[in-house]
Nanobody, 123 residues
C-alpha cells in the first residue's frame, strides 16, 4: 500500500487548508485501516489530527477545536483533510498514514506512511 499527499505548500492565515491523500495498492474501504492525518512540527513533534476509517467513521483531535473535516472519495481511493481558519501555528509537515487499531500510541503503530508535505501558513 502506498500513500501520497498533495496540496498547497503555502496558505494564508484565516484560509482553509485542503490536503488529499491518494492511496494505491489497497482500498480505503476493504483494507481495514484507520486512514489518518498526522502533522509534525519542530516544537510539538508528531500530532495525530484525526482519521476516517474503512467504514467511514471519523475522529478528530480535540486540539483542533472543531476546525477540521476529514472526508473520502471512494471512487478515487482518496481521503481529504480540510483545516479551517489556519494560523501560523498550523505550519507543519503533514502526513497521511494507515493504522489498523485505534488509538495509535506511537508512530511505529502506523503501518503505512506518505512521504509528507510541507505546509506553511504565512501572508
Amino acid at each position: 500500500v502506498q500513500l501520497r499527499e498533495s496540496g498547497p505548500g503555502l496558505v494564508k492565515p484565516s484560509q482553509t487548508l485542503s490536503l488529499t491523500c491518494t492511496v494505491s495498492g489497497g482500498s480505503i474501504i476493504t483494507n481495514y485501516y484507520y486512514w489518518t492525518w498526522i502533522r509534525q512540527t519542530p516544537g510539538k513533534g508528531l500530532e495525530w489530527l484525526g482519521y476516517i476509517s474503512y467504514s467511514g467513521s471519523t475522529y478528530y483531535s480535540p486540539s483542533l477545536k472543531g476546525r477540521s473535516d476529514i472526508s473520502r472519495d471512494t471512487s478515487k481511493n482518496q481521503f481529504t483533510l480540510q483545516l479551517y481558519s489556519v494560523t501560523p501555528e498550523d505550519t507543519a509537515v503533514y502526513y497521511c498514514a494507515a493504522v489498523n487499531k485505534w488509538p495509535a500510541k506511537t508512530r511505529y503503530d502506523f503501518e503505512y506512511w506518505g512521504q509528507g508535505t510541507q505546509v506553511t501558513v504565512s501572508s
